[in-house]
C-alpha cells in the first residue's frame, strides 16, 4: 500500500511522514533534499535553476514510485510526483522561470511516466497558512530557505488547493494544520490516525477529501 504525505514548505510532511511510519510499522521515504545538488542555487537564482531542479526532482521521485510499486509493504512517502508537476513545476511556469520549451520538454517526459505507475492508496493533505508555514521555515533554520519570498509560499498554497480540490483523482483527507501539533500533543496524533484507520480500514465509506 502507498500513502502520500502532500503539503506546502513547511507544513510537517516530514515529521508526520516519521510518526505515521513509526506508529503503522511503515517504509518512510522522504523527498531528496539534503542530497539535492541544485537546491541552493535555486534558492539563489530560481530562473537560472528551476528546470535543473524540477527535472531532477521528477527523476527522485520517479525512482521513489518504481520502489513502492515492488515493494511487498506499506509505504509512506513524504511529497508525491504530482506535486512536483502540478504545484511546483506549474508554479514556476507561471512565474516566468521556465520557457514553454522546457515546460513543454518536462511535461512529455512526466506523460511518459505516468503510463506506467498509480495513484497513492491515500493521499494525506497538510493544509497550512502562509503565517504558519513561515514560523516552521524559520525555527527549522535551513540557510537556503530563508530568503524564500511570502509571494512564492502564496501562490505554491493556492496550487496547492487547486490540484487537491479540482485536480487530484485519488482518496484524500485534508488536514488543517493551524489547528493541530500533533508533534507535541498526542491527542491531535491520535485523531489523524483514527481518520486514517477508518478511511483505509473502516467498516463504512469515506467520502473524498474530507477535513480534519
Known amino acids: ?19 505515521l511510519a513509526r506508529h503503522y510499522g511503515w517504509e518512510a521515504r522522504y523527498e531528496a533534499v539534503a542530497d539535492n545538488p541544485y537546491l541552493q542555487d535555486y534558492y539563489r537564482d530560481i530562473k537560472r535553476w528551476s ?16 520502489a513502492i510499486s515492488q515493494a511487498d509493504h506499506t509505504v509512506v512517502q513524504d511529497r508525491t510526483i504530482f506535486e512536483g508537476v502540478y ?5 514556476n511556469r507561471d512565474m516566468g522561470n521556465l520557457s514553454e520549451r522546457d515546460y513543454e520538454t518536462y511535461m512529455e517526459l512526466f506523460e511518459q511516466m505516468m503510463s506506467i ?11 497550512a497558512s502562509v503565517p504558519h508555514l513561515v514560523d ?22 493556492r496550487r496547492y488547493d487547486d ?5 487530484y483523482k485519488g482518496r484524500v ?27 483505509l480500514f473502516g467498516l463504512f465509506p469515506v467520502t473524498p477529501n474530507q477535513q480534519i
Open 1 to 19: 500500500m502507498h500513502i502520500a504525505i502532500a503539503g506546502n514548505i513547511g507544513s510537517g510532511k516530514s515529521t508526520l511522514t516519521g510518526m
Open 117 to 127: 505507475v498509480r495513484l497513492p492508496d491515500l493521499m494525506i493533505y497538510l493544509r
Open 87 to 91: 504545484v511546483f513545476m506549474e508554479n
Open 136 to 157: 516552521n521555515i524559520q525555527r527549522r533554520g535551513r540557510d537556503y530557505e530563508q530568503t524564500m519570498q511570502l509571494e512564492y509560499l502564496e501562490n505554491l498554497n
Open 163 to 167: 490540484f487537491i480540490y479540482n485536480r
Open 173 to 199: 483527507i485534508t488536514i488543517d494544520k493551524d489547528s493541530l501539533d500533533f508533534k507535541h500533543r498526542p491527542r491531535d496524533f491520535a485523531q489523524i490516525v483514527d481518520r486514517i484507520d477508518q478511511t
Open 51 to 66: 528546470f535543473n531542479l524540477e527535472v531532477y526532482f521528477l527523476k527522485e521521485r520517479f525512482r521513489d514510485l518504481i
